[in-house]
């Protein structure tokens, strides 16, 4: 290994050991998450291939699914790793498998390979699949944390606010941390982040202000959490913050569009209540 290639591996070993300290830790640009995607290789590269993937045979063909646990790992493509991503867990393979596989998966993921399923799909499946007891959960939180870093401090982030909202609320047990972190808003990139959920990944109803994506599951403590930050205060009180904080004409109005979403569905709730 390169110098480079030996001063990052350092780099996101110091970025984990202070995650798991609980200490928080700034990416720079997106470097952050390519460091963070290379480093799934490392952490899952003890993981040895189960004898085979078990499939339902009404539904799916094993022979099928063989070169999976045959070619190495980062070998594998949308191609082979897209129909296995979307299905396993149902009707393809079990916990086992998913964990021998998730690394490569997740890279895939977030390199816009268009063959590999929406991430809230495989995210859920994380989930289902007990990802936080794994060894190698640090290493998949560490992407998470690159993701959100990335999506409330670049123009271009890898995925759009409803999309990464969602796919953490089905795969993380609270996503109050990222909540916590958004009311900051501590750059414009943030507040403008929150502008487009209240605006195009929000709805009205009941009285409420509701994420719109069709893969949050409403029973889950996550879409619980967000509902409350959105409608109960906590987001008013960051946007109301803001004001405060900036001076430019164009971001404030901005800021003054979320905040009349936010009181809208305030008073409607009140009401209602």
């Known amino acids: 290994m390169g110098d480079l290639g030996i001063l990052c591996g350092m780099e996101v070993e110091r970025r984990l050991s202070c995650r798991s300290r609980g200490e928080p830790f700034e990416i720079e640009s ?50 082979e790793l897209g129909a296995y991503a979307f299905s396993v867990l149902n009707t393809v393979g079990s916990a086992a498998d998913l964990h021998y596989l998730t690394g490569r998966i997740l890279q895939l993921l977030h390199s816009d390979d268009s063959r590999m399923p929406d991430i809230e799909v495989f995210y859920d499946k994380l989930h289902r699949a007990g990802w936080t007891s794994w060894p190698q959960a640090e290493a998949i939180g560490a992407v998470f944390d690159a993701l959100w870093h990335d999506l409330l401090t670049r123009d271009s982030s890898h995925e759009s606010v409803e999309t990464l909202l969602c796919a953490l609320g089905l795969a993380e047990d609270t996503i109050a ?26 709805r009205q109803k009941d009285g409420l202000l509701l ?10 403590p996550t879409y619980r959490e967000l509902v409350v930050w959105l409608n109960e205060g906590p987001a008013l009180c960051a946007v109301t913050a803001a004001f405060d904080r900036y001076d430019d004409p164009h971001l404030l ?8 979403l936010l009181v809208m569905s305030g008073h409607e709730h009140d009401h209602i209540a």
């Open 211 to 220: 994420p719109c994506n069709t893969f949050w599951n409403r029973a889950l």
């Open 177 to 202: 941390p990222r909540l916590s972190r958004w009311a900051d808003l501590d750059c414009d990139i943030a507040v403008r982040r929150l502008y487009e959920f209240v605006t195009w990944g929000c």
């Open 30 to 79: 997106d470097r952050g998450l390519v460091l963070a995607l290379e480093a799934l290789d490392g952490a899952f590269g003890s993981i040895r291939p189960p004898a085979a993937i078990d499939c339902c045979p009404h539904c799916e063909k094993a022979h099928d699914y063989a070169p999976l646990l045959t070619r190495p790992r980062q070998q594998l493509t949308g191609t």
């Open 253 to 260: 109005e901005v800021v003054a569009g979320i905040h009349g």
